[in-house]
């Protein structure tokens, strides 16, 4: 279908850009990478008065260490985020996660910020912003305000951006020693959306002198459960002090699922997830606690049903995919 007729304007500034946006109120939107906006627009499933094209914007882009976070500019590339070597280090989650995204066509052009603020509950990054508790820094001409994950995505493709705001950038924490990372989901082909994901941090002790490694803490967020990301606390209370033994083989990636590759759970320089497959296989009581918690995924969710899955398969998807994201998260240590 042909889009809307609409205006187009590219500000040269970050003030000149809230300053349009103030103007234009809800008749105006953000373009940056454009590919989930364009094609609401072709199908005119939205159908703003002005476009405002803030891709080229330099404070919109980059990605910088900054007060025990990780700043990530709202119009830094998915391909950026993957390749840099901050984001490695410090939140290697958001790194495998962002290499999931669609393809490399996609992620050189699409945006990390844009896609957050698309806020649609089967795009990955998400539940790893409400795993992880990211911030949001959002500008307006009354200056600037931070919102907390927990509160940024309101219902589905909402957010808490008011009509004049703009996200400028995303604030990761940086969780420190003692963490593995994993994401794991299950999708038709590389380009389409999950069906489920699961975002998976755990923190681990033990495994010196034969002491048993436990799992500490855990943050689980999940994907496509719902009109928003969903924040698996009960899985994550459930889990706390399973033990794990990371000798014994996990298995791999589901069929049709995320593409798994061995590796030191960093993103190459080809931009594709190196997951580690060998994963974590606890012991009977160890193995079976982790698996009990992982049971608790699907509660307090409400997944939606579709051509690709019935409600019920996707609460099941959501248990198999927590119990193999947590096992091998627990190995990337």
Known sequence: MIPASFDYVRPSSLGEAVQVLADFGEEAKVLSGGQSLLPLLRLRLAYPSLLVDV????????IRDEDGHVRIGAATTHDEVVRSPLVNAECPLVALTTATVADPAVRHRGT????????????????????????????????????????????????????????????????GEGWGFHYEKFHRTAQAWAIVGVAAAVRVSGGTNGALRRIEEARVGLTNMGPTPVRATQVESAVAGAEVNGSH???????????GASGSGKVNGSGSGAYSTSGAHGGSSGGDAVRQAAAKADQDTSPSGDLHAAPDYRRHLARVLTHRALLSAATTI
Do not use: Q
Not at 249 to 259: E, R
């Open 249 to 259: 083989g996990l298995y791999g990636s589901m069929a049709n699922g995320s593409a």
């Open 55 to 62: 891709a080229r914007l330099e404070e919109l882009r980059g």
């Open 112 to 175: 990390f910020g844009g896609s957050l603020a698309h806020a649609d509950p089967a795009g990955d990054l998400p539940a790893v912003a409400v795993a992880l508790d990211m911030e949001f820094v959002i500008h307006s001409s009354s200056g600037e305000r931070v919102v907390a994950a927990r509160d940024f995505f309101v219902d589905y493709l909402e957010t808490a951006l008011e009509p004049g705001e703009i996200l400028t950038a995303i604030r990761v924490p940086k969780l």
